[in-house]
């Protein structure tokens, strides 16, 4: 049976990892009838915010791998424990902890870089030429991953396309429902809540992303 590492990096949109594109990630993979492990990195989030006002604590830090264990019912390991034989392919859902704790993009843009630990974590899997699928802002982490102007999309903000671009990748526009597959690299991209304006309309791509990653391993 296959086995599938998602990596999530917090719980909560806005300073972490968004829970509905995670759990319909989990979702797609259960119904594939895979297996699959949450790792996530061991280190503190850029910030903490309040979801229901949306304002950032001045006072309150939360640990990424602590807080992704609510989303992972408390199976989830440190991205250090990674034994690569072990897996067939990584997706990695977005929220913005994907831009703020797994690299700084919310704050750096197209100067951005990855966590030294997530960017080794994802490079085991591009050394193995394992599959790849980013969703929603997390795309902008494959261009420091492929050097070679990796085919990807976050869905049609010019801002955020201009910056992949800037960063060496090749963005192509998508809708909610599309995926864009580079078969060079192995990897696939959705908009997902880029784009989404609900949780129905999120998992149309979500569910192909999954489905192709899943042929590609």
Same mark, same amino acid.
């Given at each position: 049976?296959?086995?599938?590492?998602?990596?999530?990096?917090?719980?909560?949109?806005?300073?972490?990892?968004?829970?509905? =594109? +995670?759990?319909?990630?989990?979702? !797609? @993979?259960? &119904?594939?009838?895979?297996?699959?492990? #949450?790792? /996530? $990195?061991?280190?503190?989030?850029?910030?903490?915010?309040?979801?229901?006002?949306?304002?950032?604590?001045?006072?309150?830090?939360?640990?990424?791998?602590?807080?992704?264990?609510?989303?992972?019912?408390?199976?989830?390991?440190?991205?250090?424990?990674?034994?690569?034989?072990?897996?067939?392919?990584?997706?990695?859902?977005?929220?913005?902890?994907?831009?703020?704790?797994?690299?700084?993009?919310?704050?750096?843009?197209?100067?951005?870089?990855?966590?030294?630990?997530? =960017? +080794?974590?994802?490079?085991?899997? !591009? @050394?193995? &030429?394992?599959?790849?699928?980013?969703? #929603?802002? /997390? $795309?902008?982490?494959?261009?420091?991953?492929?050097?070679?102007?990796?085919?990807?999309?976050?869905?049609?903000?010019?801002?955020?396309?201009?910056?992949?671009?800037?960063?060496?990748?090749?963005?192509?526009?998508?809708?909610?429902?599309?995926?864009?597959?580079?078969?060079?690299?192995?990897?696939?991209?959705?908009?997902?809540?880029?784009?989404?304006?609900?949780?129905?309309?999120?998992?149309?791509?979500?569910?192909?992303?999954?489905?192709?990653?899943?042929?590609?391993?």
């Amino acid at each position: 049976m296959k086995n599938i590492a998602v990596l999530l990096s917090g719980c909560g949109v806005y300073d972490g990892a968004e829970i509905h =594109e +995670s759990v319909l990630t989990l979702l !797609a @993979l259960s &119904k594939a009838c895979v297996n699959y492990q #949450c790792f /996530a $990195p061991d280190i503190e989030q850029m910030h903490v915010v309040n979801h229901l006002n949306g304002e950032v604590s001045a006072e309150e830090t939360r640990n990424v791998l602590q807080e992704s264990a609510r989303l992972a019912r408390g199976e989830v390991s440190n991205i250090t424990e990674l034994n690569i034989s072990e897996f067939d392919a990584l997706i990695v859902p977005g929220g913005f902890g994907a831009a703020k704790n797994l690299c700084d993009f919310a704050v750096a843009g197209s100067a951005s870089k990855l966590h030294p630990e997530v =960017e +080794s974590f994802i490079q085991e899997f !591009a @050394l193995a &030429k394992k599959p790849m699928g980013f969703m #929603c802002i /997390a $795309p902008v982490m494959m261009p420091a991953i492929f050097k070679s102007g990796v085919k990807g999309t976050i869905g049609n903000d010019s801002g955020t396309a201009q910056a992949y671009t800037e960063m060496g990748g090749q963005h192509v526009d998508a809708t909610v429902e599309d995926i864009v597959v580079d078969m060079d690299n192995l990897v696939v991209s959705t908009p997902a809540y880029m784009l989404a304006n609900s949780i129905a309309d999120a998992n149309i791509g979500i569910e192909k992303l999954v489905d192709q990653v899943l042929k590609m391993t």
